[in-house]
């Protein structure tokens, strides 16, 4: 799903790697569209967000008038990117993982886990009631939950073989974000959550 010749943040088809082959070595170049500098405004999960909602909000201007094509239509180019995807894959080597206690919007009681890694940290609001679902989720076979929010969007746990992916969106079809969780960080997930002793 991934094409990973898009800007993170506008979805404009730039015919070049922002992040580099590998993803991880910006290019430190200006996207005509949005204006964005690869590998700064778009070098967080919340700064990605935070750029396009700027840019949207500011009337989805182009930075380099001149490189816009006359046909060219925003809502072309948002579905061309999913509405922004951001993949990220995570192992115990690039990720630490701490709980803390917080509060959902309405004011329930809620376990944050945070995910540092070394591009971005991924705040996920769990709310204490639903922490035993997660668990459970998290240590059998089923197929998805939808449990807690991140960046004020519903998350989607989805296993992918051994994997679980964290969707972050609208559905599980069309997420802004995933994040993978290889076996290693579901099993440092769990401790976190038991560790923190917040449900
Ligand atoms: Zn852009």
Redesign the pocket.
């Known amino acids: 799903m991934l094409n990973n010749s898009n800007?993170?943040?506008?979805?404009?088809a730039?015919g070049f790697a922002p992040w580099g082959e590998n993803n991880s070595d910006p290019t430190w170049e200006i996207?005509?569209?949005?204006?964005?500098e690869f590998g700064y405004e778009d070098s967080t999960i919340a700064g990605v967000q935070q750029a396009r909602q700027r840019?949207i909000e500011g009337g989805a201007r182009w930075?380099d008038n001149k490189a816009k094509p006359a046909n060219w239509d925003i809502n072309l180019q948002l579905k061309n990117m999913h509405w922004g995807e951001l993949d990220v894959k995570m192992d115990s080597k690039n990720v630490e993982i701490s709980t803390d206690s917080a509060f959902m919007r309405d004011g329930e009681n809620a376990v944050l886990i945070k995910y540092s890694h070394p591009i971005f940290e991924a705040n996920i609001f769990i709310p204490t009631g639903m922490i035993e679902q997660l668990i459970t989720f998290l240590q059998s076979n089923l197929e998805y939950v939808k449990i807690g929010t991140s960046c004020s969007n519903d998350i989607y746990w989805s296993r992918e073989g051994e994997d679980v992916y964290i969707l972050v969106g609208a559905d599980r079809e069309a997420w802004d974000i995933c994040l993978v969780l290889t076996p290693d960080l579901i099993s440092k997930t769990i401790a976190g959550i038991k560790m923190s002793g917040l449900y």
């Not at 800007?7 to 404009?12: H, I, L, N």
């Not at 996207?31 to 964005?36: F, L, R, V």
């Open positions: 800007c993170r943040v506008c979805g404009y730039l996207c005509p569209c949005c204006g964005t840019w930075f």
